[in-house]
């Protein structure tokens, strides 16, 4: 499958994670415990990628499979990190509005960049940097409100420790999407088998949130799994299918593609999330987000354009003595 396929299919299922959250609440909150669905989300992309495998393990010859200690043991380190920054997010939100939030999670689109560089050794090219900046404005720019509204100067009225939580998580968010691609890609093991190891892990660190949940409320409500589908809905289900989903053809993106393009897709997802809620919700659109929207565009074709597409190179002049060697023989005889 090509890889913007993939893209483009991840664009239209991150966009729609926000709509279908929204659909799945019941005046204004939820009926369910919103800590189940990554789980079962996990657990979903668990079971997907065993079967797989299994067909795969089918084939002659079978797939790859690293399977010592030194390997395995580096499958966790994401579900850490990802656990780590859905903490500070929620420090974060103590501090700032949610429109604050967003703005500052654009600063992961640059740092995956610099991350990507440093730590995956890929040389970008100038235009490349310009088209990430590009992106990261834009999408900024979407979100930004209009001076007409009452939050209007209230972008740098929140308190400091807001600001470096919100730096903080962006840098955990690219980190953990920069270290990811680097297990895919370490060597050529089944993308299958990478995915069992990652989402069995996963699965464990958000069973472990889930009786961490039970601990704090004293099990008022009963253990985790007496009560994991209560409140659920046909909508509430469709988040789950999105989510693993997504996570799914973000595996796949990191094995055969890179993190700048799940980048890409998830921006783009963003804008369509706000047109479609101009759609769907009567959201007002605004000059900020067309603007975003055209911005967007033009990073994503500077970025991934041919350079001769985007710049007039000169034409290569022939040097002089490639031009003496073309003089027919008879020439060279007579002078």
């Known amino acids: 499958m090509r890889w913007y396929v993939v893209a483009s299919l991840l664009t239209v299922l991150t966009s729609s994670q926000g709509i279908l959250t929204t659909l799945s609440q019941s005046n204004g909150g939820y009926k369910y415990d919103y800590a189940t669905v990554p789980f079962l989300a996990e657990v979903f992309k668990l079971l997907v990628s065993s079967v797989f495998l299994w067909r795969e393990m089918q084939n002659s ?30 420090a974060t939100l103590t501090y700032v509005d949610t429109s604050t939030y967003q703005i500052m999670g654009n600063l992961k689109i640059v740092t995956t960049g610099i991350l990507f560089r ?24 979407s979100q930004v409100k209009g001076c007409g509204e009452a939050s209007c100067d209230s972008f740098f009225s929140s308190p400091i420790q807001g600001y470096l939580f919100g730096a903080l998580s962006a840098c955990l968010s690219a980190l953990a999407g920069v270290y990811t691609e680097f297990l895919m890609k370490k060597n050529n093991d ?26 704090r409320s004293g099990f008022e409500e009963g253990p985790w799994w007496q009560r994991i589908f209560n409140g659920y809905n046909m909508t509430t289900w469709l988040v789950v ?71 007039d190179l000169p034409l290569t002049v022939k040097p002089v003595s490639e031009s003496v060697s073309e003089v027919p023989a008879e020439r060279k005889t007579d002078s």
Do not use: E
Not at 75 to 86: A, D, E
């Open 241 to 311: 299918l999105n989510l693993g989903t997504t996570g799914l053809l973000v595996s796949w993106l990191m094995k055969y593609a890179d993190n700048i393009v799940k980048v890409y897709a998830t921006s783009m997802a963003m804008l369509l999330t706000m047109v479609l809620s101009v759609i769907l919700f009567n959201f007002k659109p605004t000059v900020q987000l067309f603007l975003g929207i055209i911005i967007c565009m033009m990073s994503l074709h500077m970025y991934f354009a041919p350079p001769s597409t985007l710049v």
């Open 190 to 215: 089944s993308l299958y088998w990478q995915n069992v190891q990652l989402y069995t892990f996963g699965s464990i660190f958000n069973m472990g949130r889930l009786l961490m949940d039970d601990f």
């Open 61 to 90: 010859p079978p797939p790859k499979m690293t399977m010592d200690w030194k390997s395995v043991r580096l499958y966790p380190i994401p579900s850490i990190i990802y656990l780590i920054h859905n903490n500070v997010q929620f």
């Open 118 to 141: 440093l730590f995956l050794k890929r040389k970008l090219t100038n235009l490349q940097w310009m088209a990430i900046i590009l992106l990261a404005v834009g999408t900024t720019t």
